[in-house]
């Protein structure tokens, strides 16, 4: 395993007990990764942890690498990893929802995209934001509290979600859901990642399921009375309470009825 975590992220948690002192002194550009070595046997593990030393050896770190087999050191090391996400919950404002989303990013190209997802979650003014994620796999969660109260923090929202959308597929031609469903979050979203062949495929398969799918992703994360203009896709959102009636006569339902069976 190997667990990456940015600053906003050990910043979270590095004032909880048993999180170890250095966590506090990093620089505001840090980051950690967390590294699980295994083996059989203690000389498999032995040669598994040479083979991840020698991938760090020139790497420049600002704390010296360093392993344990220590069980409580281990335990206080995961704790740093497992706190993130409650921590943030546990700041939230009453009345907002803490989320989370999971996209994956080539795992060479996962350094320049922690950067750029970083940059664009500030840009959008959410400074409390925390990215991290595992490594190997290119999968990055990042969290924050937020608030769907009001009209405006529902658009910035969707302002975010829609420069991460075009980010994730365009620039880095990476995934928008990772180890996670699709769920409402990022099911507008399916047919910029799929294309309308796979999405038309998935409305086709899956029967009164991609039926679902897809009023999922006619879906506003907005109040009832509020509609907006999709600028990827164009076209308006209709609110998740929408009953089969009203979803069967929205033009683009019908337009794209029409092309599964073409």
């Given at each position: 395993?190997?667990?990456?975590?940015?600053?906003?992220?050990?910043?979270?948690?590095?004032?909880?007990?048993?999180?170890?002192?250095?966590?506090?002194?990093?620089?505001?550009?840090?980051?950690?990764?967390?590294?699980?070595?295994?083996?059989?046997?203690?000389?498999?593990?032995?040669?598994?942890?040479?083979?991840?030393?020698?991938?760090?050896?020139?790497?420049?770190?600002?704390?010296?690498?360093?392993?344990?087999?220590?069980?409580?050191?281990?335990?206080?090391?995961?704790?740093?990893?497992?706190?993130?996400?409650?921590?943030?919950?546990?700041?939230?404002?009453?009345?907002?929802?803490?989320?989370?989303?999971?996209?994956?990013?080539?795992?060479?190209?996962?350094?320049?995209?922690?950067?750029?997802?970083?940059?664009?979650?500030?840009?959008h003014g959410y400074?409390?934001?925390?990215i991290f994620g595992?490594?190997?796999?290119?999968?990055?969660?990042?969290?924050?509290?937020?608030?769907?109260?009001?009209?405006?923090?529902?658009?910035?929202?969707?302002?975010?979600?829609?420069?991460?959308?075009?980010?994730?597929?365009?620039?880095?031609?990476?995934?928008?859901?990772?180890?996670?469903?699709?769920?409402?979050?990022?099911?507008?979203?399916?047919?910029?990642?799929?294309?309308?062949?796979?999405?038309?495929?998935?409305?086709?398969?899956?029967?009164?399921?991609?039926?679902?799918?897809?009023?999922?992703?006619?879906?506003?994360?907005?109040?009832?009375?509020?509609?907006?203009?999709?600028?990827?896709?164009?076209?308006?959102?209709?609110?998740?309470?929408?009953?089969?009636?009203?979803?069967?006569?929205?033009?683009?339902?019908?337009?794209?009825?029409?092309?599964?069976?073409?």
């Amino acid at each position: 395993a190997v667990e990456l975590m940015d600053r906003a992220a050990l910043a979270s948690v590095q004032d909880q007990p048993g999180v170890p002192p250095t966590v506090a002194s990093l620089g505001a550009d840090a980051a950690a990764l967390l590294v699980e070595v295994r083996g059989e046997d203690e000389a498999q593990l032995a040669r598994h942890l040479g083979a991840v030393l020698a991938a760090l050896a020139g790497i420049p770190t600002v704390t010296p690498v360093a392993f344990t087999t220590d069980a409580t050191q281990c335990a206080a090391l995961w704790k740093v990893r497992k706190g993130t996400f409650p921590s943030v919950g546990s700041r939230r404002a009453t009345g907002t929802t803490v989320v989370i989303e999971d996209v994956a990013f080539p795992v060479e190209r996962l350094a320049e995209a922690t950067h750029d997802l970083q940059r664009l979650l500030a840009a959008h003014g959410y400074d409390d934001a925390i990215i991290f994620g595992h490594a190997l796999e290119g999968n990055l969660h990042f969290t924050f509290p937020q608030d769907f109260g009001t009209a405006a923090e529902v658009q910035r929202y969707a302002r975010l979600m829609d420069e991460v959308a075009q980010l994730v597929v365009h620039k880095y031609d990476g995934a928008l859901k990772a180890e996670h469903g699709t769920g409402r979050n990022m099911a507008p979203f399916v047919e910029l990642e799929w294309g309308r062949v796979g999405h038309g495929v998935a409305y086709r398969v899956c029967g009164r399921g991609g039926a679902w799918l897809l009023r999922a992703a006619l879906d506003v994360h907005q109040p009832q009375d509020q509609r907006r203009e999709d600028e990827l896709h164009r076209h308006a959102h209709l609110p998740a309470w929408a009953d089969d009636r009203v979803r069967a006569r929205h033009e683009r339902v019908v337009q794209h009825r029409q092309q599964v069976r073409e």
